[in-house]
């Protein structure tokens, strides 16, 4: 395509004239171009025109993204920005489905670009919390624990962990401790399932132990920075996590055991990893919990 028509057809998405997403993907014969009709059409704020452009473009979309070549990282990037910026609503599904393949395709490959792209996603979940954006972020969110559930990969979960670490204490400055919670209530979910895969005897027994410690570890982390953040006490943190939990549980038709269960393990790591620190906050920790089992009991035996 000559540039002029190019400019033409950019202009024509600008003005958000939905019959040009047609031309649009026709022209496209790569990732850039199809990111330059993307931010075109998003330039213009019509939702109408965005949604056409990407649901006309999709099986291209999917065929750029999962190549893997570095047009697609700036592809994927925009296309992930520009309909959540923008609250373009009637895409998010489809977006969401675009950038979680991206994202698995990524993870298959020997480099390590997938943990770029998994942080500029939690980037923007978090930019987005900072907004309040609820259903945004839970969208966002939700993705990025799926896709570590089905990556399966130890150093994806426990770098994604570590960045939401900061991210909960920025946005409990920014909004208070239980707010943020609420804004990454997916998260908290994520943690329930990691910790009752633990249970599963048919993983081995170290790969069961690391993953129930890195999701203790975790809580006990992010409660703690949050608390600095919010000028407060660490085992103050600690319990309103838990109670947040039962209340989760409650909220999502879980069975209560799950919320008592991870905090009681939580209280039984705190105080064998940070036993000082367990002795000075013990007065605002949670003490009607259940006794752990033998089985969990024994994954926590070399916790120090």
């Known amino acids: 395509m000559k540039e002029e028509e190019l400019a033409g057809l950019c202009r024509s998405l600008r003005r958000g004239e939905t019959e040009a997403a047609a031309a649009a993907v026709e022209a496209a014969d790569g990732p850039s171009s199809l990111r ?45 920005y520009l309909a959540f910026d ?61 896709f570590l559930l089905r990556a399966a990969k130890e150093e994806l979960t426990a770098a994604y962990l570590q960045e939401v670490t900061g991210q909960l204490a920025q946005l409990s400055a920014y909004h208070g401790f239980l707010p943020a919670l ?27 132990q690391r993953l129930l410690t890195r999701v203790l570890a975790f809580v006990r982390d992010a409660a703690g920075a949050a608390a600095r953040a919010c000028l407060t006490d660490e085992g103050e943190a600690l319990a309103e996590w838990c109670a947040f939990l039962g209340r989760l549980c409650e909220e999502k038709k879980l069975r209560p055991r799950r919320a008592e269960l991870f905090s009681a393990l939580l209280i039984a790591y705190y105080s064998r990893t940070k036993p000082k620190s367990f002795s000075e906050q013990r007065l605002h920790l949670p003490t009607q919990l259940s006794p752990l089992s033998a089985p969990y009991d024994s994954l926590l035996a070399d916790c120090t």
């Not at 942080?119 to 978090?126: D, S």
């Not at 609420?182 to 170290?206: A, G, I, M, W």
Request: charged share 20%; proline share 2%.
């Open 36 to 80: 330059l009709f993307l931010t075109a059409a998003a330039s213009g704020r019509s939702q109408a025109c965005f949604a056409a452009l990407v649901k006309q473009s999709a099986c291209s979309m999917e065929r750029f993204l999962t190549a893997g070549t570095a047009d697609a990282a700036a592809l994927a990037s925009a296309l992930l």
């Open 86 to 146: 923008r609250r373009f609503e009637e895409v998010y599904a489809a977006v969401v489905k675009l950038y979680e393949k991206y994202l698995l395709a990524l993870a298959q490959r020997e480099d390590n670009a997938v943990f770029a792209t998994l942080f500029e996603a939690a980037a923007l979940a978090a930019a987005l919390a900072r907004r309040a954006w609820q259903p945004e972020t839970a969208l966002l969110n939700k993705m990025l624990c799926r």
């Open 182 to 208: 609420r804004l990454y209530k997916e998260v908290s979910l994520f943690c329930l399932l990691l910790c009752s895969r633990c249970r599963r005897s048919e993983l081995p027994f170290s790969l069961r």
